[in-house]
């Protein structure tokens, strides 16, 4: 399974990003989609993550700003960022679990928020 992440890019505080990632390469079901990142200097982090059945998990600093959404047909996440601060400045990535326990990982997206 091949991950492709894309929608990052530069953005002044207050705005908004639509992150998506896309699976190609196999047929496997994906279980758990998510979205981690990392800033310069930081431990990869949890920003939010989704389950087959629809059950959202955020981070607090996640919480009432970004939304996670998936197109299982497509085997597609998406992540809508709003309200973007200067701390959210970091490289995306995507994670899908599959129902087998398989761990896939997509190549980051950068996201800087800055005036």
């Known amino acids: 399974v091949q991950l492709q992440a894309s929608g990052g890019g530069l953005v002044q505080p207050g705005g908004s990003l639509r992150l998506s990632c896309a699976a190609s390469g196999s047929s496997v079901s994906i279980n758990v989609m998510g979205w981690y990142r990392q800033a310069p200097g930081k431990q990869r982090e949890l920003v939010a993550s989704?389950?087959?059945?629809?059950?959202?998990n955020y981070a607090d600093s996640a919480k009432g700003r970004f939304t996670i959404s998936r197109d299982n047909a497509k085997k597609m996440v998406y992540l809508q960022m709003n309200s973007l601060k200067p701390e959210d400045t970091a490289v995306y990535s995507c994670n899908f679990i599959t129902y087998y326990g398989m761990d896939y990982w997509g190549k980051g997206t950068q996201v800087t928020v800055s005036s």
């Open positions: 989704i389950r087959s059945g629809g059950s959202t």
